[in-house]
């Protein structure tokens, strides 16, 4: 007997560094949807960023040590092995070559969803994945006419769907609203204010061992 594709989640973000808004959400939506692999992706060269604060090697090294513990998350480092700038669409495409007949779940959150028409061949994504919305602090669907439609024509509010196609749905998903980001993090440290408890202590003695973020 054939084993069926196990549906695969992909957060991909900068994680700059990665907090307990990221951390929560993904744990959230991993019991929510009933997924046995879920991935979290830190960008190599982002695309539509000036560029990151922290090198990827220790964006990626900040999100493994926040995940040692079995907390049913991994850590996908494609993007980062990958040189040049890399985007999500091309990263859905290996994904896609990798596992045809998995259910691709792409995480994203909703501030993210409201620019998803300047990512990249953004309508391809639905081609290759589903799109599930994680609804985050304050935040509101702002769409443009365009994106309005393709989501609209997408949406479905049952998990159960996502896993009858392989990619092309659109889900939102409430997860426990912590009002988190990584700028705010970044800006305390530089202002010599203590991050304590908006994300995990290890990576703090990281940061601090690294220096990162303080004053160039
Ligand atoms: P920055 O402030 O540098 O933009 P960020 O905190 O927004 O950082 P990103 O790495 O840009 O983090 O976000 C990666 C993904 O995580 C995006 O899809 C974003 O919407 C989502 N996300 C960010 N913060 C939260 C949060 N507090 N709760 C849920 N999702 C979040
Ligand atoms: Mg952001």
């Given at each position: 007997m054939k084993a069926e594709?196990?549906?695969?989640?992909?957060?991909?973000?900068?994680f700059d560094p990665v907090h307990y808004g990221h951390l929560r959400a993904a744990v959230e939506a991993r019991e929510k949807l009933g997924l046995e692999d879920m991935?979290?992706?830190?960008?190599?060269?982002?695309p539509h960023r000036t560029g990151t604060f922290a090198s990827a090697e220790n964006r990626l090294a900040m999100l493994k040590l926040?995940?040692?513990e079995?907390?049913?998350?991994?850590?996908?480092?494609?993007?980062?092995?990958?040189?040049?700038s890399s985007y999500m669409v091309d990263t859905l495409a290996e994904f896609r070559r990798e596992y045809p007949g998995s259910p691709l779940l792409l995480m994203i959150g909703q501030d993210a969803a409201n620019a998803l028409d300047r990512w990249h061949d953004w309508q391809a994504l639905f081609g290759l994945a589903h799109l599930v919305i994680m609804r985050r602090p304050e935040s509101v669907s702002i769409y443009s006419s365009e994106l309005e439609e393709q989501i609209q024509s997408r949406l479905t509010g049952q998990v159960a769907d996502l896993k009858t196609a392989t990619a092309g749905l659109v889900l939102p998903l409430e997860v426990t609203q912590l009002a988190i980001s990584s700028t705010d993090i970044r800006n305390r440290i530089n202002q010599h204010k203590s991050p304590?408890?908006?994300l995990p202590d290890s990576i703090i003695s990281f940061i601090r061992e690294q220096r990162l973020y303080a004053d160039e």
């Open positions: 594709p196990v549906a695969i989640g992909i957060f991909g973000g900068t991935r979290l992706l830190p960008a190599g060269t982002p926040a995940l040692s079995n907390c049913g998350l991994q850590v996908d480092d494609r993007e980062v092995r990958r040189a040049g304590q408890f908006l």
